[in-house]
């Protein structure tokens, strides 16, 4: 037997699990998009590498926590909305193409995998190409809000950052109680990504739609993700309850390690190439 780590022996046990249960339930996290230039959030203890995003909580109840998210996101933005899909995308997009996937839930918000071709998708935490009202509901593409926030702060636009996750960017230090943060067009209400903030409950609906998928699929394949977040680890504590045997693929702990049927910590990417 090759020993553990061993990247062609782990993408073997990685496919014969594949082609064990043909019809696969799977999961991704930030794990996925780190190849594609998007920093992921956590170490492979499961720990945060920086400080926890913002709170639902902060974001709607302090004009200064808005100013902080917008300043950094006008900054990271740039880089954030130009990543491309990578060769984990792409596998996974294979296996769907293959008729291997009942559905593929994601924790990301990048939209990576529709970009490389995937088709059920769901965004469990939403996505950050849209901005949403938080009063009337309307929506708007991120595109057009990057253009309003560049208008009303052009200084901020010549600034460039190291990259954080989800389009954020380091900004630390600097004073953004000037920075302009424009209301929505509609009704002056407050505009938020269109993502799930924590503190903030996912949609009812997508939560039954990744459940009823998760039903009808005979095993889950986790890949990216350390599954920290309760979001995302009940889906695992569903599948274990059911019986449904788990792989997963991330490079250190992940919360479902005692439910997981196999584990391979290697490369998404790397390990993912046993897709033909």
Known sequence: MAPAGDLEFDRARLRDFIDAHPRLFVLTGAGC???????????TNGGWKRPQPVTYQAFMGEKATRQRYWARSLVGWRRFGRARPNATHHALARLEQQGRLTTLLTQNV?????????RDVIDLHGRLNEVRCM???ARLPRDTFQQALVELNPAWALLDAGDAPDGDADLDGRDFSAFDVPPCPHCGGILKPDVVFFGENVPRDRVDAAITSLNNADAMLVVGSSLMVFSG???????????KPIAAV???TTRADPLLSLKIEQSCADTLACVP
């Not at 680890?233 to 019986?243: I, K, N, P």
Request: glycine share 16%; charged share 20%.
């Open 250 to 252: 991330n490079l250190g």
């Open 33 to 43: 998009s780190t190849d594609s230039g998007i920093p992921d959030y956590r170490d």
């Open 110 to 118: 990048d939209g990576l995998h529709q970009a490389a071709g995937h």
């Open 233 to 243: 680890y009940r889906f695992a504590a569903a599948a274990a309850r059911e019986g």
């Open 135 to 137: 009063g009337c509901t």
